[in-house]
């Protein structure tokens, strides 16, 4: 099973990757592991990426789609993948169609996890971080015994200056003027299910189980 996962900011997209990477052992990836790996092991492919990345300028979509296409067939695992921050782009996710049509790339399914706004600005503004040893807390998911004080180290905790409401909501809204190309693209295929991440974890996952376990 060849996955894509899509989810914005606070919306629990680490957790749910790792649960179900356990549950359908397939390999994870993300673009990042990919650049690294090419880059590392010099290919030639990782070499024209890097020479982009040290001008400081994007890598262009052939060089990425190529270097995904490269990375995913050297795969030792085949029981599928779950792509993490690719396709990122309507223009990434139409070339990813045309190289993996025939073959065992293809997308079978898109999870996109939804939140909303105030599940968002309950999670993320109630975050708290030690100075110390950057443990985090929660005001009250998970609160230090001591208010303002780490209970593994004693540092203090505090709050990061990008966690308020307004920043919040133009991130949001950023990631979903950003990923709606390239879901309405996928939803057109019939691939897309979307989960409301709003949820505890506990509901997500089996959500994300029941979406990804149903016939397209
Ligand atoms: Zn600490």
Known sequence: ??????????????????????????????????????????????MKAKGYMDQGLLVPDEVTNAMVKSYLEMLDNKNGFLLDGYPRTIDQAKAFDEMSKGTSLVIDKVLALDISLDELTARVTGRRLCRGCSEIYHVTNKPSQKEGICDKCGGELYQRKDDTVESLKVRLEEYRTSTMPVLEYYRKQGLVSVIDASQSIEDVWNDTRKALEAEV
């Open 1 to 46: 099973m060849n996955i894509l996962i899509m989810g914005g900011p606070g919306a629990g997209k680490g957790t749910m990757s790792e649960k179900i990477v356990e549950e359908y052992k397939i390999n994870h990836i993300s673009t990042g592991d990919i650049f690294r790996s090419e880059i590392g092991k010099q290919t030639e492919l990782g």
